[in-house]
């Protein structure tokens, strides 16, 4: 377990912040979708997957609960979001990390990020239909849609309570947990073009085995990096309840 870090205690303009319905939809490509797109201080976190290199990219929809100052009374925003991201390799530091391509983001708020922080933040209309089970701790129903010009989306997913994980490429599950779920420094071009970087922490998270019906990622699609036939087989599909996450701001200028 030692990729468990002690929290870093909040402070200043700190996010505290509960992420229900979460998911992350992964899908395995050839590392050649992402040339040019990561600056060479980085490389792509790839495994070995039926004998051939992949690189992962994840789509990860939920909606920000009770979104707040995890330091001062402040009023709590409510928020659907949806991040992109692919899993890479600090070659500074050695730290597993996360490139965002960008989030969508359904609230007023996004002015802060996208103009103040030169965030690739983008607006978008979420709306989230989930039934979830609470004695058979799955979901009975799970759907969001997002309607918007930078990353329209629509996914579907469902549980069954027989589902047993497996990670293709990993040797274990509980690596592939790791890998998937506990990039905690994120790194981007922000708006100016510039180098740009945050971190959050959370808990070990708790998140089950989900099943893919049916997907359709506009940005994916229009970016080359996975095609519509192609999401509709990832290469693992996990979801949790809710979970709750520190986000440590401002988000920072790599120089």
Same mark, same amino acid.
């Given at each position: 377990?030692?990729y468990?870090?002690?929290?870093?205690?909040?402070?200043?303009?700190d996010?505290?912040?509960q992420?229900?319905h979460?998911a992350?939809?992964?899908?395995?490509v050839?590392p050649?979708?992402?040339? /040019?797109?990561?600056?060479?201080?980085?490389?792509?976190? +790839?495994?070995e997957?039926?004998g051939? %290199?992949?690189?992962?990219?994840?789509?990860v929809?939920?909606i920000?609960?009770?979104?707040?100052?995890?330091?001062?009374?402040f009023p709590?925003?409510?928020m659907?979001q949806?991040n992109?991201r692919?899993?890479?390799?600090?070659s500074?530091t050695?730290?597993?990390c996360?490139w965002f391509?960008?989030?969508t983001l359904d609230?007023?708020t996004? $002015? #802060?990020p996208k103009y103040l922080?030169?965030?690739?933040?983008? @607006?978008?209309?979420?709306?989230?239909?989930?039934d979830?089970d609470?004695?058979?701790?799955?979901y009975?129903?799970?759907?969001?849609s997002?309607?918007?010009?930078w990353a329209? $989306?629509?996914?579907?997913?469902?549980?069954?309570i027989?589902?047993?994980l497996?990670?293709?490429?990993?040797?274990?599950n509980? +690596?592939?947990?790791?890998y998937?779920t506990h990039p905690?420094?994120?790194?981007y071009?922000?708006?100016? /073009?510039?180098? /740009? +970087?945050?971190?959050?922490w959370?808990?070990?998270?708790?998140?089950?085995?989900?099943?893919?019906? @049916?997907?359709?990622? /506009?940005?994916?699609?229009?970016?080359?990096? #996975?095609?519509?036939?192609e999401q509709? #087989?990832?290469?693992s599909v996990?979801v949790e309840?809710?979970n %709750?996450?520190?986000?440590?701001?401002?988000?920072k200028l790599v120089k």
């Amino acid at each position: 377990m030692d990729y468990l870090h002690d929290k870093p205690v909040p402070k200043g303009i700190d996010i505290l912040c509960q992420l229900q319905h979460f998911a992350i939809i992964t899908y395995a490509v050839p590392p050649s979708r992402f040339d /040019g797109l990561i600056p060479n201080r980085f490389k792509l976190d +790839t495994l070995e997957i039926n004998g051939e %290199e992949k690189a992962l990219i994840s789509v990860v929809p939920f909606i920000d609960v009770d979104f707040t100052s995890a330091v001062y009374p402040f009023p709590k925003f409510t928020m659907g979001q949806t991040n992109y991201r692919i899993y890479i390799l600090d070659s500074e530091t050695n730290e597993r990390c996360v490139w965002f391509l960008g989030t969508t983001l359904d609230s007023w708020t996004l $002015a #802060v990020p996208k103009y103040l922080w030169n965030l690739p933040w983008y @607006s978008g209309d979420v709306k989230f239909e989930c039934d979830y089970d609470e004695s058979k701790n799955i979901y009975l129903k799970y759907k969001m849609s997002t309607q918007a010009d930078w990353a329209p $989306a629509e996914v579907e997913l469902t549980q069954d309570i027989k589902s047993t994980l497996a990670l293709d490429g990993f040797p274990d599950n509980e +690596t592939g947990l790791v890998y998937l779920t506990h990039p905690l420094a994120g790194f981007y071009h922000r708006r100016d /073009g510039k180098l /740009g +970087t945050y971190r959050v922490w959370h808990k070990q998270l708790d998140v089950k085995v989900a099943q893919l019906k @049916s997907a359709k990622f /506009g940005l994916l699609t229009r970016m080359g990096l #996975v095609t519509e036939e192609e999401q509709q #087989v990832p290469h693992s599909v996990l979801v949790e309840p809710i979970n %709750e996450f520190t986000i440590y701001l401002p988000p920072k200028l790599v120089k």
